[in-house]
C-alpha cells in the first residue's frame, strides 16, 4: 500500500465511521454530498491533469502506485473524494454541535471584501505564476459566491475551514515532504508565489478553501430546493 493512499484512507476511515453518528447523522446528506463533491471534483481534476502536464506540479513514483489515468496517480484521483468528504463531515459536525455560530454579517462583510481586495493584488501581481493565477481566480469567484449567497453559508464555513485547516496541514505537509524523505507532490516554485508554510505552499489553502466550498455551496443549494418542493 503505498503512502498516498495510506493517508486517504486514514483520513476517511474516522469521518466515514461517524458518518452514522446520531446527533450528526451526515448519512442522511450523502443524496446532496455525493454529487457535489463528484461535480467540483471533476473541474478540478481536469486542472490537475493539465497543470501537471505542464510541469506546474508532479508526483513522486515512490510514494504512489503504479496505476495513473490521464497521468494521474490514482490516489490523486481519490484525493478529490476523501478530502471534500472528510471535510465537510467537519463543517457540518461543527454545525450539529454549535448550530448558531457564524459570524456576523458586518464581520463576514469585511473579512469577505478584505480577502477579495487582497487576492486580487496578488493576482495582478503574480498573473505569470500559473499555479498561484488559476487558484486564486478560483478563490476569488468562491469568495463573490459567498457574498451573494442569501443562505449564508459562507458566514459558518469561515469558522468550521479554521477546525478543517488542523487535519489540512497534517495532511498535506506529509505529502508536500514534512516528516518524510522528499515528498509525495513536488510543486514548480517558478509557477507560484514560492512562499511556504513549513513545506506547503501558501496557495495550497486557498485550494483547499475555495474546492470545499464549491461543494457546500452546491449541498446548501439543492437542500433548500428540496425544501421548497
Known sequence: MSLYFTLLLGS???????SFDKKVAFYLSW??????????????????????????????????????????????WLFFIVVPYASLFLHYVLRAY????????????????????????LLVVFH????????????IFALLLGLFDKRKTMQT???????????????????????????VVWYNDAENMGIRIFTIPIEDSAYAFSMIYYSLFLIEWWKSKSRLS
Open 12 to 18: 476517511i476511515s474516522v469521518p466515514l465511521l461517524l
Open 31 to 76: 443524496k446532496w454530498v455525493l454529487p457535489a463533491i463528484i461535480l467540483v471534483a471533476a473541474e478540478f481534476i481536469a486542472w490537475d491533469i493539465w497543470l501537471t502536464h505542464l510541469g506546474v506540479w508532479g508526483f513522486n513514483e515512490r510514494y504512489h502506485g503504479s496505476w495513473t489515468p490521464g497521468g494521474l496517480p490514482i490516489e490523486e
Open 98 to 121: 454549535f448550530p448558531n455560530l457564524a459570524l456576523g454579517d458586518r464581520t463576514f462583510k469585511f473579512l469577505n471584501y478584505g480577502l477579495l481586495a487582497l487576492l486580487a493584488f
Open 128 to 139: 505569470d505564476r500559473t499555479y498561484t493565477a488559476y487558484i486564486f481566480a478560483h478563490t
Open 157 to 183: 464555513y469561515f469558522l468550521s475551514f479554521l477546525l478543517i485547516l488542523v487535519p489540512f496541514f497534517l495532511v498535506n505537509g506529509i505529502l508536500t515532504g514534512s516528516f518524510i524523505e522528499g515528498e
